[in-house]
């Protein structure tokens, strides 16, 4: 069985979008405090649906840049073909 590497850039990359992500899904956990007039030790006790939120988000945004590789590469691969005629 092959070994699979991944390389130091890629993992740099992903957990800086995983921080990214995480940031937001605390940005919108204050922002639901403050318009529910919650108590800010939510922040603490909700961290397990925060970090919830910001894994599904990361799946999301997953999805989506899969999706936008999937076009770009039949893009590229459509005007490599055309040129080829």
């Known amino acids: 069985m092959k070994d699979l590497t991944i390389k130091a850039e890629t ?3 992903e957990g800086i979008i995983l921080l990214i992500l995480f940031g937001v899904a605390v ?9 529910l007039d919650g108590s800010f030790i ?5 961290l ?3 970090v919830f939120i910001a894994v599904v988000l990361y799946v999301l945004s997953g999805i989506v840049r899969g ?3 999937g ?8 005007s490599a073909g055309a040129t080829g005629n």
């Open 11 to 13: 993992l740099k990359r």
């Open 27 to 35: 940005l919108v956990n204050v922002y639901a405090i403050i318009t």
């Open 42 to 46: 939510e922040l603490f006790t909700q």
């Open 48 to 50: 397990g649906w925060t």
């Open 67 to 69: 999706i936008v590789h």
């Open 71 to 78: 076009i770009r590469y039949l893009v590229k691969k459509r």
